[in-house]
């Protein structure tokens, strides 16, 4: 078997190693270990199997395989950076959807905390001034001993 391919395949497996390993740590969603998993299954394939990489250069057109094999590790780049382009775009909305969220919150918080700021000192200058009995409830004779 050639340099490369074993290199190839031993590279393929310490992907499929380290994908599974940040999962298992719970470092890597499935929903992107799925890509890595694809293009380590689709290394080892080509490693064991060169003729399948002539195979799809001669269909696509392709001179050689090496570059059939260059022309879909570009494709394959360019897709992972348009998906996650797209989850960044997700996620800068659910961040600004929070933050004005938090900031309406805020808002409702400092109006509740003025709001009851105002009955305290309301209810401490009704309740201060023991001469000023007005507004207070009346209190029975019985009761006041």
């Known amino acids: 078997m050639a340099g490369w391919r074993i290199l190839s395949i031993v590279v393929a497996?310490?992907?499929?190693?380290?994908?599974?390993?940040?999962?298992r740590r719970r470092k890597l969603r499935e929903k992107y270990a799925g890509v890595w998993l694809v293009l380590a299954v689709g290394?080892?394939?080509?490693?064991?199997?060169?003729?399948a990489a002539d195979f799809m250069a001669r269909i696509t057109g392709v001179?050689?395989?090496?570059?059939?094999?260059?022309?879909?590790?570009?494709?394959v780049l360019a897709l992972v950076?348009?998906?996650?382009?797209?989850e960044v775009g997700h996620l800068e909305e659910e961040v600004r959807t929070s933050v004005e969220e938090i900031a309406l919150l805020r808002c409702e918080?400092?109006?509740?905390q003025r709001d009851l700021e105002e009955r305290v000192a309301?209810?401490?200058?009704?309740?201060?001034?023991?001469d000023n009995v007005k507004g207070l409830p009346e209190v029975s004779p019985a009761r006041a001993r």
Request: hydrophobic letters at 65%; glycine letters at 2%.
């Open 13 to 23: 497996c310490l992907v499929l190693f380290v994908v599974l390993e940040m999962m």
């Open 81 to 86: 950076a348009l998906h996650l382009s797209t």
């Open 109 to 112: 918080l400092a109006d509740a």
């Open 43 to 51: 290394v080892v394939v080509l490693a064991l199997v060169p003729q």
């Open 63 to 75: 001179q050689t395989p090496s570059n059939f094999v260059f022309l879909m590790a570009g494709v």
């Open 122 to 130: 309301a209810l401490e200058a009704r309740t201060a001034a023991p």
